[in-house]
């Protein structure tokens, strides 16, 4: 697609030492929301107009991975770095589909399929739910949670979103109870539909974003471009 721009995720797994798997998907969609309410993606910001053309064809994320020299280059390009208990993760403004600042393009997608010691907490007041009956890896799986994340700010309001600041942009990424699913996807809240460019069929519901506002509003979409997964 012409003009299509993708949102770069890079997950910091060292081999000694890497993240736990929930802490890299609560990381990857902390990224996104800092990148979102960041000064430089909005108004006349130097990061607004890439992020709105991003937004306008779709939201399409990759997430990459680094380790040692690759993740001090990392630092290095025009980004933000956030961290979530054991994990690290740095959010780049969207970059064309088909060219990549080199230190990004050679950097390795496959290789993020992480675990989780011992079973996460307990949800928190923005929890975002996964599909129980998918497999995805880890990198898959950051993806969708930052799409969730985002699909869950824009149907925040500014007092809710103020709310949500004051709290960090906290979120939990949860897996859902088989049972609930299906009242989940069909409850009218935020749902990632997989656009089926890697690992799922396309159409795959994924993720759904869950905050008390969104289900007392109802889900108020503010982009106007389709999800595209990766």
């Given at each position: ?66 380790r040692g020299a690759e993740w001090r280059r990392v630092l290095d ?23 990549w600042p080199k230190d990004l393009s050679r950097l390795q997608v ?40 985002q699909l869950a700010w824009w149907g925040s309001d500014e007092h ?71």
């Amino acid at each position: 697609m012409t003009g299509q721009k993708v949102l770069p995720l890079v997950v910091r797994i060292e081999r000694a030492a890497p993240p736990e798997r929930t802490d890299a998907l609560e990381a990857a969609a902390l990224a996104v929301l800092t990148l979102l309410d960041d000064p430089r993606a909005l108004g006349d910001g130097e990061w607004a107009e890439t992020v709105r053309s991003w937004e306008d064809i779709g939201i399409r994320k990759v997430v990459r991975r680094a380790r040692g020299a690759e993740w001090r280059r990392v630092l290095d390009l025009p980004g933000i770095t956030v961290t979530s208990g054991t994990a690290e993760v740095r959010v780049h403004p969207p970059v064309p589909l088909d060219d990549w600042p080199k230190d990004l393009s050679r950097l390795q997608v496959s290789g993020t399929d992480l675990t989780d010691s011992a079973p996460p907490g307990p949800a928190r007041e923005v929890t975002l739910w996964v599909n129980p009956e998918l497999e995805m890896s880890a990198g898959k799986a950051m993806a969708q949670a930052g799409h969730a994340a985002q699909l869950a700010w824009w149907g925040s309001d500014e007092h809710a979103r103020q709310a949500w600041r004051d709290r960090g942009l906290a979120a939990a990424v949860r897996t859902a109870d088989p049972a609930g699913w299906a009242a989940l996807t069909g409850s009218g809240l935020p749902v990632v539909r997989d656009a089926g460019f890697t690992e799922i069929e396309p159409g795959s519901c994924t993720v759904v974003a869950d905050a008390p506002w969104l289900r007392h509003g109802g889900f108020r979409p503010a982009g106007s471009g389709p999800l595209r997964a990766s």
